[in-house]
């Protein structure tokens, strides 16, 4: 035995394919997806250290897998760690709704996964190794956007949203994608074996048992996970007859995070935060979910390669040739499958919004599709928006987003220029 094989998990001499059954046994707990109790549910076992007790495709974490996986090849983690669950609970009560067990409501979570410890305790004692996807805690959030609120008169102060340091209180829900793959399928419109072998196909064979065990339906896919801000009790969500305000972002680091001022994200971000806790100091509650989708889940390198190709292009960056720089560089205007974004809405057991902050057609169809109804849309004010993204928000009014703006066409869009790259 060398030296590599006496660390847990390392120096890994031979590998069996999962879908061997030595490897991933037939007998594992059963998973049903739409039960209505959590015992004829089962819970979703996705650890490696017990390769016996799992019944489902790939490991927990989403992206964070490869990072594992690397941790444990440099000897730093330990492979067969089992988490200690002790005081991990949600802090706030997320209540069972009937929107968990409506088949084909909830395909890409686990509505379960916050509740392992009193769902699935019978399993946990029995020795079983059921990891959480999700997570409730509370923080507060320090935003300068909201200081400047406060400053204006916009928002005020009042102990309980809103700090006296001009902080907000809010409850933060993580969530790691759990997908029920024949639900997948159908929501896309496919069939369930095609669906298997294009992503088995698309991602260079990472998981063999997408195409060798049909009797394993839940995935959890290496991807980057949700988290949801809420503003307000976590219970009112649910109920249509109180006031909520919503904002369904989709990540864009650039903006979100260093204040990159090509486009729109981080202000209509903020606006929505400002916007949703407004309404919770109104007696309502307040939502903003963040999905990790960057540059419409094509990626920050394809969206970077689109702004040079923009900014390059002959007469300039312009509002008129917006997305069809987009599809020369990635092929598609917008890679994100907004069909699988309301099932957080569904988890929350949200049935009516009555403020959704969004311009995006996409995301308004598939929340009225899904069966919520959303009140009123509302883009965002004027100004919100930096000059040099002026080119994406009145290219995308022009492409059908919401607006009660005019909307620019001909050569009146044309003349929307965004900044030269050297300027
Ligand atoms: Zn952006």
Redesign the pocket.
Known sequence: MTKERTIQGRGIDHIRLTSHAIEMPFNAPKINWFATQPSERGPVIGTISDKQQRNCIGSHGGSYTIYRALSIASGKYPANHKPDLHNTQPTDLIKPQPSWFEPGKIISLDPWGAHIVDAFGDYLEKGYNIQPSIAVTQAYLKLPEIYDAISKGRLHIDGKFINAAGDLKVTKVAIDPVWHLPSIAARIGLDEGSLRKILFRETGGMFPELVTRSDLKVLLPPIGSTTAYIFGDVSDLSNPDIELTCRVHDE?N???VFG?D????RPYLTHGIEEAVRTAQKGGVGLVVYYRKEGRALGEVTKFLVYNARKRQLGGDSAATYFARTECVAGVQDARFQELMPDVLHYFGIRKIHNLHSMSNMKYDAITKSGIEVVNRLSIPDYLIPDDAQVEIEAKKAAGYFTRDTIRTGDALERIKGRDLDL
């Not at 090509?262 to 994200?265: R, V």
């Open positions: 864009c650039g903006s979100d990159s090509i486009c729109t994200c």
